[in-house]
Antibody, heavy 126, light 111 residues
Framework: DEQLVESGGGLVQPGRSLRVSCTGSGFNFGDYGLNWFRQAPGKGLEWVSFIRSRAYGRTTEYAASVKGRFISSRDDSKSIAYLQMSSLKTEDTAVYYC?????????????????WGRGTLVTVSS | QSVLTQPPSVSGAPGQSVTISCTGS?????????VHWYQQLPRTAPKLLIF???IRPSGVPDRLSGSKSGTSASLVIAGLQAEDEADYYCQSYDNSLSSWVFGGGTKLTVL
């Protein structure tokens, strides 16, 4: 079965850092781009970042709300993607989901997300 | 507040049909971007149900269908079953935000 599993969430103080991971199995992880979304308590899904596949240079993009603080990376040999979060703010509190991109050969506006993890909860609080 | 607007809840009896609406604007659905639908059961990962307005991935039953008109889209679930009870989300792309956007989710209750 194809699967994505997030891990690494937890309670962290404002201003500190945390790294969450997304581990894939059952498919050729390196062939796919990956997106990170988050969902704050009682709010809708918000795009955070993406990292493209090796075929597209593993390039990254970030939402304005996290640019300069979050870094996406991946280790295809381990089938893991990472989201390194720094200078965390209380408003970063959310469940963080990774998802697999379909249609990467097209413009990003055509992408959709055909495999998701269950998410990992990040709570930023003093 | 989500960019795409969905009703918070819908309900129907087993065997009936329900429609979940997704209303956007001229910067997303109305601009011609495709609409995709996801199902999320409690404590599980979201699952892709419909992509490209009305294409079902393998394994998704044909009693689910999607449509789009103007700045809105709809998901129809026919022949409701107890297993359909879940949260449903629509997704598109917004060119003013340069980002993928979602509806706030609709909770389907099978009576």
């Amino acid at each position: 079965d194809e699967q994505l599993v997030e891990s690494g969430g937890g309670l962290v103080q404002p201003g500190r850092s945390l790294r969450v991971s997304c581990t894939g199995s059952g498919f050729n992880f390196g062939d796919y781009g990956l997106n990170w979304f988050r969902q704050a308590p009682g709010k809708g899904l918000e795009w955070v970042s993406f990292i493209r596949s090796r075929a597209y240079g593993r390039t990254t993009e970030y939402a304005a709300s996290v640019k300069g603080r979050f870094i996406s990376s991946r280790d295809d040999s381990k089938s893991i993607a990472y989201l390194q979060m720094s200078s965390l703010k209380t408003e970063d509190t959310a469940v963080y989901y990774c998802s697999r991109i379909r249609g990467e050969y097209q413009l990003p506006s055509y992408w959709f997300f055909d495999l998701w993890g269950r998410g990992t909860l990040v709570t930023v609080s003093s | 507040q989500s960019v795409l607007t969905q009703p918070p809840s819908v309900s129907g009896a087993p065997g009936q049909s329900v429609t979940i609406s997704c209303t956007g604007s001229n910067s997303n659905i109305g601009a011609g971007y495709e609409v995709h639908w996801y199902q999320q059961l409690p404590r599980t990962a979201p699952k892709l149900l419909i992509f490209g307005h009305n294409i079902r991935p393998s394994g998704v039953p044909d009693r689910l269908s999607g449509s789009k008109s103007g700045t809105s889209a709809s998901l129809v679930i026919a022949g409701l079953q107890a297993e359909d009870e879940a949260d449903y989300y629509c997704q598109s792309y917004d060119n003013s935000l340069s980002s993928w956007v979602f509806g706030g989710g609709t909770k389907l209750t099978v009576l």
